[in-house]
């Protein structure tokens, strides 16, 4: 099993960035396929961004390709989303989680077996 807690959220104005981290605990980190999710109010939980156990392969939604980066660091247990100029419509709750099952990325959140609390990110026009 393994916890997972995001941090990095904030108020940013639209052409701004963050980048959000989420600390794993436990030893096998390096063993889950890592994922980004977001969440808006009344809306669906969307995928954003996943990446392979070794961080060599990502995989990321439309709407964030060329702005979203992920990446990750087994050594320090940790899983980052770096988010370059954000928009409006970006705003909402960011959720990391862990993938103990797959071979391969998938943007399902059906798939993924461990979830963080999420960390909100606001983007004011």
């Known amino acids: 099993q393994v916890q997972l807690v995001e941090s990095g959220g904030g108020l940013v104005q639209a052409g701004g960035c963050l980048r959000l981290s989420c600390a794993a605990s436990g030893r096998s980190f390096s063993t889950y396929i890592m994922g980004w999710f977001r969440q808006a109010p009344g809306k669906e939980r969307d995928f954003v961004a996943t990446?392979?156990?070794?961080?060599?392969?990502?995989y990321y939604a439309d709407s964030v390709k060329g702005r979203f980066t992920i990446s990750r660091d087994n050594a320090k247990n940790t899983v980052y989303l770096q988010m370059n100029s954000l928009k409006p419509e970006d705003t909402a709750v960011y959720y990391c989680a862990a993938d103990n099952g797959g071979g391969f990325l998938t943007r399902n959140r059906y798939d993924y077996d461990y979830w963080g609390q999420g960390t909100q990110v606001t983007v004011s026009s």
């Open positions: 990446i392979s156990r070794s961080g060599t392969n990502t």
